[in-house]
């Protein structure tokens, strides 16, 4: 049998063209068209997206409360001015990996995140002017955990 190494290159490949695997369902070499290959990873990689639906918020007033949407989540803070206390409340269904991030333009002294019935585990009691922060939801055991 050639070995790969002596095998004449090509410079472009098309999906019908053959590549050698070794199939462990088989226990021996065989071949695979590129468009098997391409599919199955398709069928297999978890590209990271950004599918956010952003949310704005402009509070006028000290002690503002924002219930955030359900899903990926990124919440666009623009308090009027700096404030002394304010909430933002999590959505009430989340699915697992569902992810809500903030960004905040004015500071909050106190910063409550309400779980909306779910544990929060690190998230943020103050902001800083421009501070952002992000929060994953855990679906087994029901928290919402900072991650960034």
Do not use: H
């Amino acid at each position: 049998m050639t070995q790969i190494n002596q095998l004449t290159a090509v410079d472009e490949v098309v999906a019908g063209d053959l590549m050698p695997i070794w199939s462990t369902s088989n226990g021996s070499a065989r071949k695979a068209a590129l468009s098997v290959l391409l599919a199955y990873i398709q069928d297999n990689i978890d590209l990271a997206t950004d599918d956010f639906t952003t949310q704005f918020s402009a509070p006028s007033a000290t002690g503002f409360s924002v219930t955030v949407a359900d899903g990926d989540t990124w919440l666009v803070l623009t308090p009027v001015a700096g404030y002394a206390a304010g909430t933002i409340v999590l959505p009430a269904t989340p699915a697992d990996r569902d992810e809500f991030l903030c960004n905040c333009t004015q500071s909050v002294t106190t910063l409550t995140i309400d779980g909306n019935g779910k544990t929060v585990t690190g998230a943020p009691t103050t902001l800083a002017a421009n501070a952002y922060f992000r929060l994953r939801y855990e679906g087994v055991t029901g928290t919402w955990y900072r991650v960034g």
